[in-house]
């Protein structure tokens, strides 16, 4: 499956974003997550949400804040960012894994998205 993420920009702080990932076949056996990354560092976990949508996962920095949902139908997962600060700045991925919910690294993943950048400014 090829996944295209998007919806990035520049924000001010505590502004919102929505990203979305879409995917070019179906998703619905599909775990997917959202990762982002900083300049020289490496990717990092951020949300990740199971094949039917009932059970979510989040960093600590980002509960309350984000909320991840997805649309199988549409072939298409959401991340709703809210409250931005300007350490969310980095560029962000989705990706899907065929293993078990609840992924939080890199490794587990099967197919990745060109990212979106997200710019916070504060």
């Known amino acids: 499956v090829q996944l295209q993420a998007y919806g990035g920009g520049l924000v001010q702080a505590g502004g919102s974003l929505r990203l979305s990932c879409s995917a070019s076949?179906?998703?619905?056996?599909?775990?997917m997550g959202w990762f982002r990354q900083y300049p020289g560092k490496d990717r990092e976990f951020v949300s990740s949400?199971?094949?039917?949508?009932?059970?979510?996962y989040y960093r600590d920095s980002v509960k309350g804040r984000f909320t991840i949902s997805r649309d199988n139908t549409e072939k298409t997962v959401y991340l709703q960012m809210r409250g931005l600060k300007p350490e969310d700045t980095a560029v962000y991925y989705c990706?899907?894994?065929?293993?078990?919910?609840?992924?939080?690294?890199?490794?587990?993943?099967?197919?990745w998205g060109r990212g979106t950048l997200v710019t916070v400014s504060s």
């Open positions: 076949g179906h998703i619905y056996t599909y775990n």
């Open positions: 990706a899907a894994s065929r293993a078990g919910r609840g992924l939080t690294t890199i490794e587990q993943y099967d197919y």
């Open positions: 949400i199971d094949w039917s949508g009932t059970s979510t």
